[in-house]
Nanobody, 126 residues
């Protein structure tokens, strides 16, 4: 079973940037599509971005398109989320997750993901 650990969250001003990392241990994630989701207080978890297992295809929620970029580094067994132009509405706990089935393209559907990290808090001050 793969373990995922997110890092890189913090407090940033509106318009600022953060880069989140999701490092896997226990198993290689190189054959799995990966995703980022977020959950704000009193709101349901929502999809943010996902990347294919090859890293050649990615999808984004409309709310972050053009501001966030997902990427992966197979050698480091790590997935990243570069977040630019942050807004107060981006404040949430951010989670990374690994798709259940290998060799698949990116998916925006939470139930398609089987391994989840503990999350990292991102707070954007206005």
């Amino acid at each position: 079973q793969v373990q995922l650990v997110e890092s890189g969250g913090g407090l940033v001003q509106t318009g600022g940037s953060l880069r989140l990392s999701c490092t896997a241990s226990g198993e290689s994630i190189s054959n799995y599509a990966m995703g980022w989701f977020r959950q704000a207080p009193s709101k349901e978890r929502e999809f943010v971005a996902a990347i294919s297992w090859r890293g050649d295809s990615s999808i984004y929620a409309d709310s972050v398109k053009g501001r966030f970029t997902i990427s992966r580094d197979g050698a480091k067994n790590t997935v990243y989320l570069q977040m630019n132009g942050l807004k107060p509405e981006d404040t949430a706990v951010y989670y990374c997750a690994a798709l259940i089935i290998p060799y698949a393209g990116p998916s925006p559907a939470g139930p398609d993901f089987g391994s989840w990290g503990q999350g990292t808090q991102v707070t954007v001050a206005s």
